[in-house]
């Protein structure tokens, strides 16, 4: 039976997901697929630490350049993560002529149009399901089973530590400092998880959904973005109050002005699909002209699902499949083809906004004015006493406004003296 | 740029919908994959009837040889359904050196053995997304991205038809037979319904499932299997009494003892995923070893969602992809090596009973004592009188017990004589 060689970089958590399935299952997998996949040699930094995964001798190496010049390894995995020294890595393993399999969004969102050319260059291929959703085989899906399909929309909830901390914010009624603190606790959330709480890395798994389904080349920095870190008990509460509940969503809309995309906390009908995502789960729901809306739900990090997808692209290029997927789709090619990115300041929805306010006669007419000012509409309104006495917090759910005209809004208001501390703006989907 | 020429038999609802997608987005799929794909001839007995579909002139002919004999289709799509004549114009296609996409479950379900043969034998691929869920890409999931799974168990609504007469028994209290005469209104539900009411065509698509995740073989109507036309308007006002929703699940799940396969209407907790599956929406839940739990929903048939399916499979064969997925799998074959399918007698599970009995002393006891002398223990009990009075409804929920226990059990009972008429069995999951 013909045999594919597998080197591996990084034997972390998703490292160690990734070789228990290429040792462990390496008969199964060969059965069932007709080839053999071998991982023989694995490179971390750090070679004593026990991981509780027991490796054939020798396996393990702190010396890169050992996989790059093996002529006999001919997939690379990077699992290191982050930007530097992944990216030299990746570039490495393509020049010694690799086909490489990455999960790492971050390097993908920063630096595909460079790895994806180089790539091109050197005649190999990169895998990258991983990337975006863990187990949840949502590019695959984008890249092969949607083709036929002109892609509407995509939203997805694809931080799990976003989500968990949202789930037991509304479940337990928790602070959000102490929701984060449980995350970390179950490791469920980093040590620093800025990064995901201020939806940078939802941001960065959006740019590339984004390229799949619309073939936007966009860089993640400049899409609009508000991070679970601005959401509070009182908001989950007043969500519950209006028959909703918080999630993240990263959304990428087609709109006659081009594609509008951002990331919100996002107050979604509590009977939807996406408010039923609880704890540290993913979702996807895309909605194409012929599939019509398509969901997904699954485990989108952790050791196991993200090592299923992670080998499902070995197993994959080992085939052969992902050659043809990477030739015929040309991602972050010149060539290819995209919609254009509709401008931030033209973006608009419905919003949901909170002030910490006076609680005296005059103050609810004032807001009114300075929204109606500027054509927002005004669905609802509620105030609540509760912990910010003798203040009190407005609530207000808006009609369909535009972004801009909202952003004025707040900025006139933020200095009125009747306003105190800080306004809470999150997204409403219907 | 790169063309390949297709053709197409039947030209019904789905072909129309797959002629739409082929004629009216050639430039954007070429485009989007470097590939052009043409369809160049349909076939259909009847070539008269307005479909609404504007088709160039000497595309629809009557006489199916004229592609079978074109040199230049390479690859035919099947939409007529159905095993005869399909089953031939199949081995026909192969024979002509033609790749084939279809979308025939029952064809796939009775005859996969013979045509992927066939196919071997000529050198010639089969793509049959569409045959499961529709647009929904499960097929695609089990047969790349899960790869790396022991995939655990399978639980699918795959039927729209019973689940949305099911939705419609819940939501409106209707009666079955209303609800299916308002199916057959909306188009859900064909003018004879028998297959999809009865579980055959969920039981089709559960065969399939369970050969590509479990490399099972097995004849569909060797599957138990009960169909919604056994459930009534008061089994559905039960089920909500006791915090359920009733779903008619395919189910494949690994156990100690081989494949248990079973198609059942079943009561599943009304905050479960597959309760919140409504209308003719399609579901599947698989459990994978590394993956986890990953669902998937969306629309399982009609003609928009299924030619989505059927063009991925198109375009998947001109790019070569199905070659891979073809040969590096053998489904079908002898090689291929699959679990062992639990023998229906082995079965065990939850399960849901209501009798129809005399309002009497000493009924219950007699019952209970009948169920008890074979194992099976009771959860819960209630009765009303709606309806059957001056008889009650009798329901029990029964804790885990075997199949052949309660088969027995309601062959004892079925004699008494203080139960009258039919004995309703569902199953129960939690």
Known sequence: M???????IGLGTIGVGVA????????????KVGKRVELVKICDKDTTTDRGITLPSGMLTSDVTELFNDPEISIVIELIG?????????????????????????LIANCGAELFAKARECGRTIGFEASVCGGVPVLAALQTSLLANKIESIQAICNGTCNFVLSEMESKGAAYEDAVKEAQRLGFAEADPTLDVNGSDATQKLAILAHLAFGAQVDWKTIPRVGVDVVNAIDVRFAKVLGRKIRLVATARLTDDGLALKTSPTLVPEDSAL???TSAFNAVQIVGDFVGPLF?????????????????????????????????????????????????????????????????????AEISSALGRRNISI????????DVSPNVSLIILTHEASSAALAAALDELRSAPFIHGETTLLDVVD
Chains 1, 2 share one sequence.
């Open 82 to 106: 982050g930007l530097e020294p992944a990216r030299t890595f990746i570039l490495r393993a393509l020049e010694s002529g690799k086909n490489v399999v990455t999960a790492n969004k971050a």
């Open 275 to 277: 408010a039923k995502v």
């Open 379 to 386: 669905a609802q309104m509620m105030q609540d006493s509760h």
């Open 20 to 31: 228990e399935i290429l040792l462990g299952k390496s008969d199964e997998i060969a059965r």
């Open 2 to 8: 013909d045999s594919v060689k597998v080197g591996l």
């Open 296 to 364: 997904y739900q699954g485990w989108g990090a952790g050791r196991r699902p993200t090592a299923s997808a992670v080998c499902s692209d070995v197993i994959d290029a080992a085939l052969g499949r992902v050659r043809i997927t990477f030739d015929s789709l040309r991602l972050w090619s010149p060539e290819r083809e995209g919609v254009a990115i509709q401008d931030a300041s033209k973006l608009s929805g419905r919003a949901y906004l909170r002030f910490v306010v006076e609680d005296r006669p005059g103050v609810m």
